[in-house]
């Protein structure tokens, strides 16, 4: 494609051009963290995620072992995005001519580090060189955990909407060594009937749009009740970090008012994790938006700022 297009606007081309599945197999397509397929009596959640030197990370500043823990963690976390218990990946790198096979083992082993601890092993791939950057390809398959996948189509107006962790400054270091939340989406989803779910890649303000658009309503955060991390604090707008910077990798999910008071008074007993809740879903009217509330109540549109595939 020769004009550059927001990714809304390219997953909106998509599925006007394409083809669509006309097997009953196919549940959840394009437009969600994972693909979800029937297959006999069980159904089967794929994702993959691709990442290349120069955009996701820089090798010439990073080690190898970081770039594949980062890999396979980015794919960890679009199981964990729809509550799904990853089961296998498959791996694909295009290595640069210059590489040294420690340096490639280096990469392996930053794969192998969170397949192991999630128990996702990783059982084929290919390997090539060329004389450009390293690009590293994960594939994933996962199995649904005791509960249904959670979509990003499920929001309801009315619903609370939360996050776990806190946000911003990812680019201080986080986006290399965070934590899937793969555990703690199979505590959440034990703990509350969860609407709608995903993980903050782009940044909070494009994520939740996902979810608002998915889903067909709009939204109204707090700017004062957004956590921020002590990176994000650091920055010169604090709250811009944490709304646009991306890489979180933290989970943004919708719930009823009742079942999220439950969630954050039963929270702590089950995990350290930090929950916050941050605003509310809100009905759609003629237009999709997200609306920020300042703490003297004045509000304002949320203008979409994070990482965005491509550029005008």
Known sequence: MNEHKSEFELIDWIRRHRRPPDQSNV???????MAVVQIGDEKLLITTDILLDGVHFELSQVSPVQVGYKAMACSLSDCAAMAA????????????????????????DGLQRPAVKYNCPIV?????????????????????????PIL??????????????????????????????????????????????????DGLSSDLRHICRQSNVNAIIDADAIPLSDAAKNCSDPLTAALTDGEDFELLFCLSPD?????????????????????????????HRIMLRRPDGTTEPLTAKGWEHFCD
């Open 259 to 287: 079942d999220a008071a439950d969630l954050l008074r039963t929270w702590p007993g089950h995990s350290n994790l930090e929950l916050s809740q941050i605003g509310q879903i809100t009905s759609l009217d003629h237009e």
């Open 124 to 148: 084929g791939g290919d390997t090539t060189s060329w004389n450009k950057p390293l690009a590293v390809n994960v594939t994933m398959l996962a199995k649904p955990g005791p509960k249904p």
């Open 27 to 33: 549940i959840t397509d394009i437009g969600d963290d």
């Open 152 to 201: 990003r189509s499920g929001a309801q107006a009315g619903d609370v909407i939360m996050v776990t962790g806190r946000l911003g400054g990812s680019l201080h270091g986080k986006h290399l060594q965070f934590t899937p939340r793969v555990n703690e989406a199979q505590t959440l989803t034990q703990m509350a009937e969860l609407h709608a779910m995903i993980d903050i890649s």
């Open 85 to 108: 218990l990853p089961f296998v990946a498959v791996v694909a790198v295009a290595l640069p001519q210059d590489m040294t096979m420690d340096q490639a083992r280096q990469l392996y």
